[in-house]
Nanobody
Framework: QEELIESGGGLVQAGGSLRLSCAAS????????MGWFRQAPGKEREFVAS????????KYGDSVKGRFTISRDNDKNTMWLQMNSLKPEDTAVYYC???????????????????WGQGTQVTVSS
């Protein structure tokens, strides 16, 4: 069983930036294609971004494209989500997720991910 550890959430004003981090505790992060999802109160879990294990392939949800950047450093065993130009509608609990596969690819479907972090709260005030 893998444990994913997120950090970096908090309260920020609209237009500000935050950077979320995610690390794996049991296996090297290179073992996984990774993703970020978010869930706001009363809403379904939403795809935010995904990155393949090599880092060569990335994909973003339409609502964050151009504002958020997903990246990873397998040597540091860490993945990041840089969030710029934050809006109040970005307020949610953000989850990192790991997809164990030998293939180098991305996925927007939550059901394809095997492991999930505990979530970190991001609140954007207007």
């Amino acid at each position: 069983q893998e444990e994913l550890i997120e950090s970096g959430g908090g309260l920020v004003q609209a237009g500000g930036s935050l950077r979320l981090s995610c690390a794996a505790s049991e296996r090297p992060l290179i073992s996984y294609n990774m993703g970020w999802f978010r869930q706001a109160p009363g809403k379904e879990r939403e795809f935010v971004a995904s990155i393949s294990w090599s880092g060569a392939i990335t994909k973003y949800g339409d609502s964050v494209k151009g504002r958020f950047t997903i990246s990873r450093d397998n040597d540091k065993n860490t993945m990041w989500l840089q969030m710029n130009s934050l809006k109040p509608e970005d307020t949610a609990v953000y989850y990192c997720a790991a997809l164990q596969s030998s293939g180098d690819y991305v996925s927007i479907r939550a059901t394809t991910y095997s492991f999930w972090g505990q979530g970190t709260q991001v609140t954007v005030s207007s």
